[in-house]
């Protein structure tokens, strides 16, 4: 399935991680209508003191949602993965510039006629995977340490989306700049100003009660009218 390019909208995307698993199905067919894509969470237990799913349930996502799926590796080697998620359906796969040989599953990525996206951890400095952005369609700024859902977003983060908006800007490329983790809807406003126009929601948007209402607010996080 080909990827969306940033296009000035803010495109909401749910994690998977934060969905109901006893009715995966369900789950993603209820966001379907208000969702531009489907992240899902992928978890080695060594990268992250955490272990989610592998690409069978990557390929079921893709079937059930009939959305874009972006895979987040936050796995030790995403080399290794890459191409498994690729056949899984995964149309834009992005890995940690902290992981090993990150730089080669990029390239892998790319090789593979995929989307790149490259995600750094709260306390990593921006200056080395910023080199990175000529070969990105994707950076990931984490607001939260990786490894669970239902964190407190880290406000510190803004400078950094702040900077990397900057960044992507002065290289002109069409490069989605996505925050992820304690995105909700009084945290949305606070990364879209600062430069974000990818949200990833997670136990904020399957615990809502309202999905027109929760996505609406996530899309009008611009502020103003
Ligand atoms: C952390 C995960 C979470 C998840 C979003 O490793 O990446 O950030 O996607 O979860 P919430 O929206 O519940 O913080």
Redesign the pocket.
């Known amino acids: 399935m080909n990827f969306p390019l940033p296009d000035g909208r803010i495109a909401v995307v749910p994690?998977v991680?934060?969905a109901d698993f006893t009715r995966l199905g369900a789950e993603l067919r209820r966001v379907r209508p208000h969702s531009d894509w489907v992240?899902l969470?992928v978890m080695d237990g060594r990268f992250?003191p955490n272990i989610s799913f592998g690409p069978h349930v990557g390929a079921a996502v893709a079937r059930a949602s009939g959305l874009p799926v972006d895979a987040?590796l936050?796995v030790e080697r995403p080399g290794d993965l890459v191409e498994a998620f690729a056949r899984a359906g995964c149309g834009l796969i992005t890995v940690h510039y902290e992981s090993r040989g990150a730089l080669a599953a990029l390239k892998k990525i790319k090789s593979l006629g995929l989307r790149a996206g490259l995600a750094v951890k709260p306390a990593t400095p921006l200056a080395g995977p910023l080199r990175l952005l000529p070969m990105l369609d994707l950076f990931l700024v984490m607001t939260?340490e990786?490894?669970?859902?239902?964190?407190k977003f880290i406000s510190g983060m803004l400078p950094r989306i702040k900077a990397v908006r900057a960044a992507i800007k002065k290289s002109g490329r069409p490069v989605w700049l996505q925050a992820?983790?304690?995105?909700n809807a009084e945290t949305a406003p606070l990364a879209v100003r600062a430069g974000a126009d990818s949200l990833?929601?997670?136990?904020?948007?399957f615990s809502s009660g309202n999905l027109v209402e929760f996505t609406r607010a996530l899309r009008g996080s611009r502020g103003g009218r």
Not at 180 to 183: A, E, K, Q
Not at 200 to 205: C, D, H
């Open positions: 994690s991680l934060s992240q969470d992250v987040h936050m939260v990786p490894g669970f859902g239902g964190q992820d983790g304690g995105i990833v929601a997670g136990s904020a948007l």
